[in-house]
């Protein structure tokens, strides 16, 4: 099967995050005509090859896609070529990096490999990483990990993590008319004085991710425009850097805060790989690149606990989740040739490092 009629297969059926399973179905199908033992939990597909006994490589990408959005120019699950360009639903987002990985796994499958490759095609990474979350415990201990996703293969060593807080400022009710005789503390103001206090809070650099700012991204408060309100709700968004705890980060919030702060999500962590760790420099001698950047969006990679990844693959970060979604031919060969290359420089730096 060429790149580009696996690639067509690939986008041509629909997997939208927790209906994966006709994708799931032919994905083992083919893969068990590849002559690989493939192993399923779910939606969720693995296999390995090369040699046991050495090192072991995870290559990860993930099934599912978002929804389709509107203004889409034709029907989003069909997918049409323009060209060397392929217009459909996941074609970036992430069937390219899915593609080039089988592509990739189907030819060193046939080589002399100085380690373990694990293969991991998952489920519900768009909705949570339900599915890579409950499978690192059957796939057996692992020193290094690639998480594929569109970065024009730009190699990621550093991915910044999501921390939601949820505040409530707490008033005292009244009659508008009277709240200053009462006294009546008014919730809207007091949270209005912590989000100017968010808004003006910094946070140290990271060398590849950057400065960042918490964003409130949804407020609620008061039931009649005659009543001073007792509560008001606000969301703040946060994303984080490795080197940020988001327990800390949270207690940090409620000292500065008048608020009651609760952490409403705190699972996407954040990661970061030490440049000189092979998985980052075989990633880089692949990709021809001549040092590692940052991403400022979440994958799978949160999920990965401690062993050390990149994220990195065909394709471009800014257009997934938007109409007309494509990929080039080109770039889904250059996907390909990068993690075949990749592999066995990783299994070489680890013997020399």
Same mark, same amino acid.
Request: net charge neutral.
């Given at each position: 099967?060429? &790149?580009?009629?696996? %690639? #067509? %297969?690939?986008? +041509?059926?629909?997997s939208v995050s927790g209906e994966e399973g006709l994708l799931a179905d032919l994905l083992q199908n083919l893969l068990a005509g590849q002559g690989l033992d493939v192993q399923r939990q779910g939606h969720n597909l693995w296999f390995t090859f090369g040699r046991k006994g050495g090192a072991r490589l995870l290559l990860n990408s993930h099934l599912d896609t978002v929804p389709p959005c509107a203004g889409w120019e034709g029907d989003p699950f069909t997918p049409v070529w323009h060209g060397s360009r392929l217009q459909g639903l996941g074609a970036n987002d992430a069937k390219g990096? *899915?593609?080039?990985i089988l592509l990739a796994a189907f030819e060193l499958s046939k080589q002399e490999l100085g380690g373990e490759v694990v293969v991991a095609l998952t489920a519900e990474e768009e909705t949570g990483g339900d599915g890579?979350?409950?499978?690192?415990? /059957?796939?057996? &201990?692992?020193? $290094?990990? =690639? =998480? +594929?996703? &569109? #970065? +024009?293969?730009? *190699?990621?060593?550093? /991915?910044?993590? %999501?921390?939601?807080?949820?505040?409530?400022?707490? $008033?005292?009710?009244?009659? =508008?008319?009277?709240?200053q005789m009462l006294g009546a503390e008014n919730a809207i103001h007091k949270a209005a004085r912590d989000i100017?206090?968010?808004?003006?809070?910094d946070f140290p650099a990271h060398p590849l991710l950057g400065t960042q700012?918490?964003?409130? #991204? /949804?407020? /609620?408060g008061g039931l009649r425009r005659n009543q001073v309100p007792d509560a008001c709700e606000f969301f703040i968004d946060l994303r984080t850097g490795p080197e940020q705890d988001h327990e800390a980060l949270a207690a940090d919030f409620q000292r500065q805060l008048e608020s009651e702060v609760a952490v409403h999500s705190r699972r996407y962590l954040p990661k970061g790989t030490d440049p000189s760790h092979p998985i980052v420099r075989a990633a880089l001698q692949a990709a021809g690149k001549a040092g590692p950047v940052g991403s400022g969006t979440t994958s799978d990679w949160a999920f990965l606990g401690d062993i050390p990844a990149v994220k990195a693959g065909p394709g471009d970060t800014f257009r997934s989740h938007r109409p007309?979604?494509?990929? #080039? %031919?080109?770039?889904?060969?250059?996907?390909?040739?990068?993690?075949?290359?990749?592999?066995?420089?990783?299994f070489k730096m680890q013997v020399q490092p």
């Open positions: 099967m060429s &790149p580009a009629e696996l %690639l #067509t %297969l690939l986008v +041509g059926t629909p990096c *899915v593609a080039a890579i979350a409950t499978l690192l415990d /059957q796939l057996g &201990p692992l020193d $290094g990990a =690639v =998480v +594929g996703e &569109p #970065t +024009g293969l730009r *190699v990621c060593a550093a /991915q910044r993590g %999501l921390l939601v807080l949820k505040c409530t400022a707490r $008033g005292q009710s009244g009659h =508008v008319a009277h709240a100017a206090k968010v808004a003006a809070m700012k918490a964003q409130v #991204t /949804q407020i /609620q007309n979604e494509y990929l #080039t %031919l080109p770039e889904l060969e250059a996907g390909a040739a990068f993690y075949a290359a990749l592999v066995p420089a990783f």
